[in-house]
Nanobody
């Protein structure tokens, strides 16, 4: 089993920044892929950013390209999301997710094996 715990969410004004963290523990996959998703009320859980186990490959949703940066510390089992120039439409619960790197469809929440409990990000205008 893998446990994921997010932190760093909060209430910020538009234009400001937040950094989310996700701590993984347990039997994580050696060659894994980790990602951030977000879910606003009444909407589906959407892919935001993903990164493979050695950080050689990253992927971003168009809505956050140039504003958000995903990174990780593999040895410490930590995942990060630096969010700059936040907008009210970024308001959502943010989740980190973990799966094996093998396979495809990294943007589908259905392809991930493990999830954190989520952290709320609220951006006021």
């Amino acid at each position: 089993q893998v446990q994921l715990v997010e932190s760093g969410g909060g209430l910020v004004q538009a234009g400001n920044s937040l950094r989310l963290s996700c701590a993984a523990s347990g039997r994580t996959f050696s060659h894994n892929y980790m990602a951030w998703f977000r879910q606003a009320p009444g909407k589906e859980r959407d892919f935001i950013a993903g990164i493979n186990w050695n950080a050689a490959y990253t992927k971003y949703a168009d809505s956050v390209k140039g504003r958000f940066t995903i990174s990780r510390d593999y040895a410490k089992k930590m995942l990060y999301l630096q969010m700059n120039d936040l907008k009210p439409e970024d308001t959502a619960v943010y989740y980190c997710a973990h799966r094996e790197v093998y396979g495809s469809d990294y943007v589908s929440f259905r392809s991930y094996s493990y999830w954190g409990q989520g952290t709320q990000v609220t951006v006021s205008s």
